[in-house]
């Protein structure tokens, strides 16, 4: 194995691991601080975008690291997956840090799991994608199949609040804020989301070009 290759594989041993890290902490720091029952409350833990995205991204890292060969691990390696994950990841740090880490301020074991999950890992996920993701056959249609995944969430949210009374984010919480807000809210977030997916291929093209370009 390159040197190239042993780099790729520190990387991921080292993402796989923050990413499970903070995914087991901020599992162990709701239910010790839970508001509701234990069943209730683990729905709670997966009703989260930045939950389920960091999952999303930790599974990717573990398949490409120790099974790369399956099924899953072909899956993971392909450029339209990692930047689809890429998207997600990104997106998931800009929210926090422009909206809503203003609202809270999160202390001890819980100020480690928010600022893995929120600010180390996408970071690590888009260093990753940057430097050892494939980017190759990038195509400007994805963007809309990479949508399916923020539309499919918000109409689950909205769904399971309207019995539950349980929104996961301040900008989704109908009970306070009313279904027109909302779902304008909605509307713009999946728009950002489409906006930052084409950068995203975009950007991924001109990386693929210059990956492909042979030194003189």
């Known amino acids: ?7 790729r594989q520190l990387f991921l041993s080292a993402a796989a691991l923050l990413g499970w890290i903070a995914l087991i902490l901020q ?33 990717c890292f573990s398949f490409l690291l120790l099974s790369p060969r ?4 072909i899956f993971f390696s392909r450029s339209a997956t990692l930047t689809a994950i890429a998207v997600y990841m990104f997106v998931v740090g800009m929210i926090y840090n422009l909206i809503l ?44 199949i990479w949508m399916i995944y923020p539309v499919m969430y918000v109409a689950y949210i909205l769904f399971r609040g309207s019995f539950s009374g349980f929104y996961p984010y301040p900008f989704s919480d109908v009970s306070r ?12 977030t999946v728009l950002a989301f489409f906006i930052i997916s084409l950068l995203f291929v975009g950007l991924g093209k001109q990386l693929g070009k210059r990956e492909s370009t042979p030194a003189l």
């Open 27 to 59: 599992f162990y720091l709701i239910l010790r601080n839970r508001e509701a029952s234990v069943p209730e409350t683990i729905i709670r833990y997966f009703s989260f975008f930045t939950v389920l995205t960091n999952m999303l991204a930790a599974l």
């Open 101 to 144: 880490r203003s609202l809270w301020s999160p202390h001890g074991l819980q100020r480690i799991a928010d600022e893995l999950l929120h600010v180390v890992n996408p970071i690590c996920f888009l260093v990753f994608w940057i430097i050892y993701g494939s980017k190759s056959g990038l195509k400007w249609k994805y963007p809309f």
């Open 177 to 188: 804020l009313g279904y027109p807000v909302v779902l304008l809210n909605c509307l713009k």
């Open 1 to 7: 194995m390159n040197e190239y290759g042993k780099g």
């Open 70 to 73: 399956s099924a899953f691990g």
